[in-house]
């Protein structure tokens, strides 16, 4: 059995992407046959049910997965695989709404299924049943080069989101690969080729009936190099010791560069050969907690560093208990430092948590809040070495709630951009507060409005990233152009709205201007050009015919300032503005006069 806890930091984390991340656990290291069943924890939940294939006959190792369903609190998963006859059960797990899953490598994944289990009614039963892939006509094949030459034995893997289908394949000595028997649709081809090389990102092949054969060729280089140096020294902070074996990730923030270095028998590390510039450093050691750092690296000169690991031998413990003094068990309690070092504990039957693995530092722990019937409260601890640090909480209920879902653009195809997404509540005319989506930095889109009163409330989504052009409309939750075509949500004192997710829609390029321009005495003019801008940094333009004539297509349903001649022609610019129609045209003649 697998199981991963997370803290408030990770737990806005989209189905999609956790799919993605166990079906390549799944190609990458396969999976055990799971036993009669899995204890998880220490509540009164069991989950238990079979995977078979479309004929009834049992799927033996069956990847299944139940977790905290994606945005609601603080993220927590286990996994397990069926057993001969198709079977599993999860035991242990809390009283709590649970997401369950299955994913098996060459069959089509089944739609995962949403239980809630409660103090009495505990248990729950979820059973899949799955086929097998229908193998398709197409082909991807392509070549591998590494600084121009053919690189055999490297590892392609092609990848369909849609169906979740996952191959992998090796390079032959010219550097060959190829994949067979591919259905219809979206492939990403990703490959790695060293830690001496930059990496590629994942290439895109669309493979249809009338196209069923790709070529994707992935050409590496190597990273840049240069005459500047990095080196220091890992100790232990308790011991003074030698840390051995330490990880030091290197990665240019303004250069072409990343590597993996380890320290020696004394602590020591060294990276050589750097481009001048700036570089982060991640250092990571067994036993101890993670840090990073920022540093500058100067051409034909070393930069040397010195620290000292703090060892992940304290803990933190304590008791959660409500208002009136009842142990409330399992509650999640996280703990972090400033630089991002996470544990996490459940509360037991007792209202008692531990959490263990940490460092002799200061931590922030958080209980409750989203997800949660409970207030959010916070306290700061400080860890002692060898020891354990006590922290109490009295929780109260929450009064409000969590409105949040995921904004997406699509262009083509899905691409995550930050999104302007404000709340608006069904009376009043602005909206009551405003958050940007995290968007492309962390790839999932994802809002949340905490602390809302009870009520009824709508979204509103705008396209609002770096591109000055503004490629969607501004709509409204369910796809309302207006407030009072919306869809409303309407939530309650402690309740929780999740997956209120929107999807742009491309703005529609189909409307027209047309007109004529001529001279004040009524003369075609040919041969000018007529520009049209919505002010958003979106124009085009077309050039009078011999009679006079223009159109101007492809643009969006927006006001337009439309404009002919001036500099470099005899008349005098002359602008109109005028709205442009969906699948229509609008005119707009000119009349000029000489300058």
Known sequence: MTAFLASPAARRRTAIASALALVAALLTFGAPLGASADVVGDGPGTVSGTVTLSDGSPLAGAFVNVSKPAGEGSAWGFSTNTDANGAYEFTGLPADTIYVQVYTPGYQPAAGQTVTLTESAPTASVNFSVAPFEVGIGSISGHVTTDGVAAANISVSIFNASTFQGFNTITDESGAFAFSDLSNGSWQVSSY???????????FAQLTDLAPAATVDLAFISWETGTAAIAGVLTDSETGLA????????????VAYQSNIM???TGAFSAELLPEGSYSLFYWAFGYLTFSEELQAISDQTATVSHALVPTNAAISGHVKAKDGTPLAGVYVSAHTS????GDGITDENGDYVIDGLGAVEYTLTVGGVGTPYKLKEKTVTAVANGSATANFTLKDRTRGTI?????????????????VSLYTATKKNPIAEVVTLGVDFGDGTYTFDDVKPGTYTVQFEDCDDDPARLFDTAFLGGAKTKAEATFITIAAAEDSWGNDFVFEPRSTTSIISGHVE???????AGLVVQATDGIASSASAVTD??????????FTDEYTVTVSGVATPYAQKSKTVT????????????LKKR
């Open 339 to 342: 630089n991002s070092n996470i």
């Open 263 to 265: 320290t020696d028998e």
């Open 193 to 203: 080729a060293g830690p001496d090389y930059q990496y590629i990102d994942p290439q």
């Open 404 to 420: 949040g879902g995921m904004a997406l653009a699509q262009n083509g195809e899905y691409y995550t951009a930050p999104v302007c």
């Open 580 to 591: 442009t129609i969906e699948d229509g045209s609008v005119t707009a003649n000119f009349s």
């Open 519 to 525: 001279k004040s005495n009524g003369t075609p003019l």
């Open 546 to 555: 011999a009679n006079g004539n223009y159109t101007i297509t492809g643009l």
């Open 243 to 254: 840390v051995a074996g330490a990880s030091i990730n290197v990665y240019g923030i303004d």
